[in-house]
């Protein structure tokens, strides 16, 4: 744990809260990213990681999503946002910048639109509409990269429903403070 650490925040938090927040950040950005990453190459790749460790039998560091109290981990929520119908997520491509892409696993055509910000200026990068085909993915556009660190929020909404999703952009290592600002404006509700 303090090696996935220092490889994502530069650091391993000596304070304990900080360090249970930070631990539980890198478990929640690894499986929201390999969610995206299957989902997004839709068709090429077609399997996902198999839910082996649900819940914690007792009470240690792992990589259950619900600890051992029943407690929801903060990649239960990240999963949840990743895992609806339909999805919009950042891939980086390294030929055009950052590819926004919806993704559609019902049997019925989504349109919808979408808006990415910055999560310090709050200012829009990237608003667009969009329409899915049934069980389908589209590459709605690109947003250039910057080369800086920063976290897109992705406002998106089909059907009249509002989602939200983020993308953390930029080479780690990032600093936990950053993180935990950037956090506060993805507005993750905990049951």
Not at 71 to 97: A, F, H, P, W
Request: net charge positive; aromatic share 14%.
């Amino acid at each position: 744990m303090v090696k996935q650490l220092k490889s994502l925040f530069g650091e391993c938090p000596e304070n304990f809260d900080k360090f249970i927040f930070a631990s539980q950040a890198i478990q929640a950005e690894v499986i929201k990213y390999f969610i995206e990453l299957w989902r997004m190459d839709k068709f090429r790749k077609t399997g996902i990681i198999i839910w082996w460790n649900l819940r914690n039998g007792w009470p240690i560091i792992s990589d259950a999503i619900v600890d051992y109290y029943n407690s929801k981990k903060l990649s239960y929520y990240y999963i949840r946002r990743v895992q609806t119908n339909s999805c919009v997520m950042i891939e980086d491509n390294k030929e055009k910048g950052n590819s926004v892409i919806a993704v559609n696993d019902t049997r019925m055509e989504k349109a919808g639109s979408v808006i990415v910000s910055d999560g310090d200026s709050g200012n829009t990068i990237f608003p667009s509409s969009f329409k899915i085909p049934e069980n389908g993915k589209i590459v709605v556009g690109y947003i250039p990269e910057n080369g800086k660190q920063r976290m897109l929020i992705i406002e998106y909404r089909i059907e009249n429903k509002k989602y939200k999703n983020h993308n953390l952009s930029g080479k780690a290592p990032f600093k936990l403070e950053d993180y935990v600002r950037w956090y506060k404006k993805i507005g993750i509700k905990k049951d």
